[in-house]
Nanobody
Framework: QVQLAESGGGLVQAGGSLTLSCVAS????????MGWYRQAPGKQRDLVAA???????TYADSVKGRFTISRDNAKNTVYLQMNSLKPEDTAVYYC?????????????WGQGTQVTVSS
């Protein structure tokens, strides 16, 4: 079992910055894939950024050049540095961890943290 706890959300003006953190606990491995998704009201949950255990990253086109994902395996933590925030970045941000154990793939979600960007 894995538990994920996000923090760092809040209210920020357009152009500002926020850093989200997600601490994982439980059966964790440095090879697990960790990432961030977001869901705005009335919309589906979409990938924002993800990082493999080997450090390979992927970003949504809408955040490239503005957001940076990083992880500290010693702390079982993944971060999302968000710069140049826009009102359209307003959403609940969720941390996700995907691992493979005994040939089976498992996915875990955090409870989400609200990010609100005012214009």
């Amino acid at each position: 079992q894995v538990q994920l706890a996000e923090s760092g959300g809040g209210l920020v003006q357009a152009g500002g910055s926020l850093t989200l953190s997600c601490v994982a606990s439980g059966s964790i491995s440095s090879t697990d894939v960790m990432g961030w998704y977001r869901q705005a009201p009335g919309k589906q949950r979409d990938l924002v950024a993800a990082m493999s255990g080997g450090g390979i990253t992927t970003y949504a086109d809408s955040v490239k050049g503005r957001f940076t994902i990083s992880r500290d395996n010693a702390k079982n933590t993944v971060y999302l540095q968000m710069n140049s925030l826009k009102p359209e970045d307003t959403a609940v941000y969720y941390c996700k961890l995907v691992n493979t154990r005994s040939g089976r793939v498992y996915a875990y979600w955090g409870q989400g943290t609200q990010v609100t960007v005012s214009s």
